[in-house]
């Protein structure tokens, strides 16, 4: 079975841009959740979305949104960058849900803002 | 609040050591604990996962026990190499909040 991928690896953007990231969970998985890894706040979880709604969020502004779609994927944006949101942007999927089962989490995409 | 501390926050050893990392919780209604290791600027590979009514999970020369009513879970590497070197974080599913919260990890170097 393939892993979790993630869309692109890298992107660097300036500023008051927006951009998309995009993930594909293992296939047959019906979950996926988003988490921010910086240096100063460790891994902190975003949202997640189970069958193309959103099931939980975390303490994030609301220029950071996603969506999944009906065969899983999902997509996470954030609007009006700020330097700050420079970070290692993560997903994982699983097959029901986020905490009581395993999460397999993709490689990752690496966000700078300049 | 869940909160979740792992100490030391960094640690090297020589090839070849036992070694145990530790991992604390504050609240104890959780679903499971989850072991992951993070190789730099990569993502999270699963090592273990035990569920809340479990003691403790091996997989090869690893081992992770959880007591969920002190707070601990402990993950014990065997006869370490120079590819265990990585960063390895705790993650409890919490049941009150249905999120994953991670630790800040401990770096591990093992060196040859």
């Known amino acids: 079975k393939a892993g979790v991928t993630q869309t692109p690896r890298y992107l660097i953007k300036t500023r008051g841009q927006q951009v998309t990231l995009s993930c594909s969970p293992i296939s047959g998985h019906r979950s996926v959740s988003w988490y921010q890894q910086t240096p100063g706040q460790g891994l902190q979880f975003l949202f997640e979305y189970f069958s193309e709604t959103q099931r939980n969020k975390g303490n994030f502004p609301g220029r950071f949104s996603g969506r999944q779609f009906s065969n899983s994927r999902s997509e996470m944006n954030v609007s009006t960058l700020e330097l700050g949101d420079s970070a290692l942007y993560l997903c994982?999927?699983?097959?029901?849900?986020?905490?009581?089962?395993?999460?397999?989490f993709g490689p990752g995409t690496r966000l700078t803002v300049l | 609040k869940q909160e979740v501390t792992q100490i030391p926050a960094a640690l090297s050893v020589p090839e070849g050591e036992n070694l145990v990392l530790n991992c604390s919780f504050t609240?104890?209604?959780?679903?499971?604990l989850q072991w992951f290791r993070q190789d730099p600027g990569k993502g999270l590979t699963s090592l273990l996962l035990i569920q809340s009514s479990q003691r403790e999970q091996t997989s090869g020369r690893l081992n992770a026990s959880l007591d969920k009513s002190s707070g601990r879970s402990t993950l014990y590497i065997a006869a370490s190499q120079p590819g265990d070197s990585a960063t390895y974080l705790c993650?409890?599913?919490?049941?009150?909040?249905?999120?994953?919260?991670f630790g800040q990890g401990t770096t591990l170097q093992v060196k040859p």
């Open positions: 993650a409890v599913g919490s049941s009150n909040t249905g999120k994953l919260i």
């Open positions: 609240d104890s209604a959780i679903y499971n």
């Open positions: 994982a999927s699983s097959s029901t849900g986020t905490v009581d089962n395993e999460q397999f």
